[in-house]
């Protein structure tokens, strides 16, 4: 056995199903253990993809997912999925080839010190220099991957330590127990909120990690206080929830503002600061806040809670219930709002205009989805929309990336999806920049049989850019292109292709996409005039119910 052979056999052990990856001169050794193990091997068109892969694979299902790259080249082009990995909290694990040890130390064809490169964006990373540490390496790296908080490791293989001959076996799997919040801080927290007048909840993505949608439904439900959602923590607690206030995160004031202007406590449950900076709901760090996560809270002066609850999610929310004590109807504010925030959803429900409406498209979307179908966002204007107008009965039913908010992840992510859940309807959706970084692994979904959907926001141009230029200068530039004509694109590969000529064609052609046995693009053009008047809207708001 050599330590390719080893280090596939850890691979094994922890239980990896696919590694994605694209072949190089350096990772050879490793490309020739995978032949005859039980782990298959996908080949990607980018590393880009690869990594993006991985990262969805290990956000849909907790366990880390594997990408791999040759050196140089090919781990700068892995960098930026491991990233977007680390900070969207993924658990993820990098496998690099490298030169060998015997020429690191001059200068040398494609050589990049490759540990050095992917130390600021992973959580630990390592050289496998010693064939017999393979299973300590490979043991570590997923216990660390996959621990909260999850995100990127990076093992890197020299091509002589490869194809060494390597003793030993892989690790038995021990990660650890749950740990439970102190007795003291669950006292505390049941206190400031059994005193609060008007608490708020927001949830983030650590509660969907953690699992805890049933926990804070009940938390929330039994002691009537409302719920807002990060746009990672979407389907925690179900849309059609009473109490429900969907999601908050735009970069502007929205009705959800309002919420946050009145309440004197905010319990942040699984909450990332990266989801949503605390500077944008709290800027005077004036607002009480209580902290319940598995990990304790990041230092922010706008996020300095009154109590930390740091441990099992669920278990503090049952033990804080247990002690809260608040009585009374769900608050007459939060009703109104929630009233407010769907009607401004449902406004446009039957709009016909053309291009479409951003609202229009996310509504019709919403339509053809059931609650497990999963919707995978890429990043730009039409996040915004997808984050302000899709809503989901489910936890990770529909996926944003919102720690690194790389775009080009919509497609590589959608495939993913669709490996870990080939009964659900998947679908992309993505603007025509995002379409055009990682629209080759299209060739990839069609050649391992994931059949999913990708719906183009046609703007011709960078409309998030645009949107924000405009917000800031009045004026754009530099962010408009044209684009191939996507139907023919798609049918060149392969693949089917739609356009959308019409509003009301909307719905008949994203149901005929989703019944096609391959993958299909939808080129639907949006009305991005949209985004100015919601800009308009959000500096007109008031918050009428308390004045
Ligand atoms: C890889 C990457 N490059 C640049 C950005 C900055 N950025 C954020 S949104 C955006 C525009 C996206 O354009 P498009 O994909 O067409 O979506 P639209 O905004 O038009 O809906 C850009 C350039 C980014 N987030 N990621
Ligand atoms: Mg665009």
């Not at 039980?38 to 594997?66: C, N, P, W």
């Not at 007795?183 to 805890?212: C, Y």
């Not at 389907?235 to 004197?264: E, K, N």
């Not at 204007?381 to 997808?386: E, G, L, Q």
């Amino acid at each position: 056995m050599n330590t390719a052979e080893l280090l596939v056999k850890c691979l094994e052990n922890e239980g990896v199903e696919y590694i994605f990856g694209l072949p190089g001169e350096e990772n050879l050794d490793i490309l020739e253990a995978l032949k005859t193990s039980s782990i298959k091997f996908i080949t990607t068109r980018h590393e880009q993809g690869a990594a993006f892969m991985a990262d969805l694979y290990g956000r849909l299902t907790g366990k880390a997912g594997v990408c791999l790259s040759t050196l140089g080249p090919g781990a700068t082009n892995l960098m930026t999925g491991v990233a977007d990995a680390n900070l969207d909290g993924a658990p993820l694990v990098a496998i690099t080839g490298q030169v060998g040890t015997d020429r690191m130390h001059i200068e040398s064809h494609q050589y990049l010190d490759l540990v050095a490169m992917f130390e600021p964006v992973t959580k630990w990373n390592t050289q496998i220099v010693r064939p017999s540490n393979t299973p300590e390496i490979v043991r570590k790296a997923f216990k660390i991957a996959q621990s909260e908080k999850p995100g990127a490791v990076h093992i890197d293989l020299p091509e002589n330590i490869a194809e060494m001959t390597a003793a030993g076996k892989p690790l038995h799997k021990n990660d650890g127990e749950k740990t439970f919040a102190a007795f003291h801080s669950l006292e505390q927290a049941a206190k400031a909120i059994s005193q609060a007048q008007n608490p708020l909840i927001m949830v983030g993505n650590g509660a969907i990690r953690a699992d805890a949608s049933v926990a804070v439904t009940e938390f929330a439900t039994k002691l009537n206080i409302p719920v807002a959602n990060t746009f990672m923590g979407k389907g925690v607690i179900p849309y059609t929830h009473p109490l429900a206030l969907w999601s908050v995160g735009l970069q502007q004031r929205d009705h959800i503002s309002c919420a946050f202007d009145q309440t004197d406590l905010v319990i942040a449950i699984g909450y990332d600061l990266i989801e949503y900076s605390p500077k944008k709901w709290n800027p005077l760090g004036e607002i009480p806040i209580i902290h319940i996560g598995d990990t304790s809270a990041e230092i922010d002066s706008s996020y300095i809670p009154v109590v930390e609850v740091v441990g099992d999610i669920s278990d503090s929310l049952r033990e804080i219930l247990d002690r809260a004590d608040r009585q009374g109807k769900p608050d007459p504010y939060a009703l109104q709002l929630r009233a407010d925030i769907r009607a401004d959803y449902e406004e446009y429900a039957n709009d016909d205009g053309f291009p479409i409406k951003p609202q229009k498209i996310i509504y019709d979307l919403r339509q053809v989805m059931g609650p497990e179908d999963i919707v995978i966002s890429d990043v730009g204007a039409h996040k915004m929309w997808i984050a302000r107008h899709y809503h989901c009965d489910r936890p990770n039913t529909c996926i944003i990336s919102n720690g690194f908010a790389a775009m080009g992840i919509a497609i590589p992510g959608a495939l993913a999806a669709k490996l870990v859940y080939p009964q659900r309807k998947v679908i992309a959706v993505t603007g025509d920049g995002g379409f055009m970084m990682n629209c080759q692994e299209l060739e990839t979904a069609l050649r391992v049989g994931t059949a999913f959907v990708t719906l183009i926001f046609n703007d011709g141009g960078y409309g998030l850019i645009e949107w924000k230029q405009h917000n800031h200068f009045g004026e754009s530039a530099f962010v408009h292109f044209s684009n191939p004509d996507f139907v023919k694109f798609a049918e060149s590969m392969g693949l089917k292709g739609y356009r959308v000529e019409s509003a009301v064609d909307l719905i008949p052609t994203l149901k005929t996409a989703l019944e096609q046995e391959v993958p299909s693009v939808i080129d639907c053009a949006v009305d991005y005039r949209e985004n100015f008047r919601l800009t308009q809207k959000a500096g007109d708001l008031s918050c009428k119910i308390w004045q």
